[in-house]
């Protein structure tokens, strides 16, 4: 094997890439703080039992494991950062009131969420804890969409889901205990023939749960899915609480293009509790963000908080984006004039490239077009257009 060959799903980014993802990062990160967001930075690497604590299974398996050389205890590369905000939320600010914090890292993947993803992603989000009201959500998901819009992505589409929905039913009847990650992965991929199959292996399950799984794949499409909802779903308390709660989403979001999928679970993570939402694009084969309410997760780490938030990738959101611009840039001759130093220092300090080659040396960049150039003349060192 080429030593230089790299692990599946893993990937170099290149120069003019790399910049392009490093100006979303800095753009966002401000839009973030004209919010009164405050940036935090926690570790790569963290015990494993703190890094999964009040979170699902399915990060579990996404999280690479390792042994603490210092303490022999396991670790965990952290596949999700969400957590670890919580755990600062909790642990260590432990303010009063609404707290809001935003954050910017890399996060590894065991395992790629899908074929056509990659296993480490540069993960940026913002998360409020505090607020229980609906405020919040609103507050999140608009941040979202200027998000994606900093980016230059048009016409995202928001899609809306509460895991009450399918929580309540596994609270109501008791034939599905046991069934819940097998359900979820069923309804989330709309599987239908896969639903009827696992509903015909539990005889105790009651005919308005039933009537209900049956219902749910095809439970989506635009806010009039609410109403039919109404009509085929159990009249529980959590499910009315549920509907009402994306109805006032709908309601208070005009504008938005909104979408409903009640049998789409989310981010898979485990640890959602209200309302949760995707963006999609024309132009990605997945959501490029991924949000929602996750109320109660830090009360591992010793308090319990109202909590919304949302993340997204900055490497998969540039990779969909049309190539960046190549930006203008000065070409100049090594040499150990002095004036020449003054010269190079004066044209950068006023925010121009300029890029020194030797004679003989090719041109050859990816981020910078070389239209002008440097040179002696009688009046001192002095820049002139290239010619085409």
């Known amino acids: 094997m080429s030593i230089w060959l790299l692990p599946e799903n893993l990937a170099d980014i290149l120069p003019a890439e790399a910049r392009r993802i490093e100006e979303l990062r800095r753009k966002l990160l401000d839009l973030y703080r004209s919010y009164g967001y405050e940036l935090v930075a926690p570790p790569l690497v963290e015990y494993l039992d703190s890094l999964l604590s009040g979170t699902g299974s399915d990060l579990g398996l996404r999280t690479c494991k390792l042994i603490d050389q210092l303490s022999g205890r396991t670790l965990g590369v952290r596949a999700d950062i969400t957590p670890q905000i919580s755990r600062i939320d909790a642990h260590l600010l432990n303010r009063e009131g609404v707290t809001r914090l935003c954050y910017c890292g890399a996060v590894l993947h065991a395992r790629p969420a899908d074929v056509l993803s990659d296993r480490e992603l540069l993960q940026i989000g913002a998360e409020v804890y505090g607020h229980p009201g609906v405020e919040a959500d609103i507050e999140i998901i608009r941040m979202a969409f200027e998000s994606v819009k900093q980016a230059g992505v048009t016409q995202a589409r928001l899609d809306l889901n509460h895991p009450g929905v399918l929580q309540a039913l596994f609270e109501a009847d008791p034939a599905l205990q046991g069934q819940e990650e097998e359900l979820a992965l069923l309804l989330g991929t709309k599987d239908a023939p896969g639903i009827e199959s696992l509903c015909a292996s539990l005889p105790d399950l009651r005919d308005d749960t039933l009537a209900a799984l049956r219902a749910l794949p095809f439970l989506y499409g635009g806010p009039d899915v609410l109403a039919r909802a109404q009509q085929v779903l159990p009249s529980l308390p959590r499910i009315q609480a549920a509907l009402a709660d994306l109805q ?12 409903i999928d009640l049998a789409d679970k989310g981010s898979g993570y485990g640890y ?6 995707s963006i999609y694009a024309e132009g990605w084969h997945d959501a490029l963000v991924r949000g929602g309410r996750y109320d109660g997760i830090g009360k591992v780490f010793g308090r319990e908080r109202a909590a919304t938030g949302f993340s997204l990738d900055l490497r998969k959101l ?3 984006l049309p190539p960046p611009p190549l930006t203008r840039a000065i070409k100049a ?8 130093g003054h010269a190079l220092q004066a044209l ?7 890029i020194q080659f030797g004679a003989d040396e090719s041109v050859r960049t990816d981020e910078f077009h070389i239209d002008r150039e440097l040179v002696l003349g009688e009046q001192g060192w002095q820049v002139r257009e290239l010619a085409h």
């Not at 001759?333 to 020449?340: F, I, R």
């Not at 950068?348 to 300029?354: A, F, I, N, P």
Request: proline share 8%; hydrophobic share 40%.
């Open 248 to 259: 006032t989403l709908i309601r208070v979001l005009p504008g938005y293009d909104i979408s």
């Open 333 to 340: 001759p090594w040499a150990d004039d002095p004036a020449l």
């Open 348 to 354: 950068r300090q006023e925010g121009h490239v300029v």
């Open 318 to 320: 540039s990779t969909g």
């Open 272 to 277: 959602h509790s209200g309302v949760v939402f």
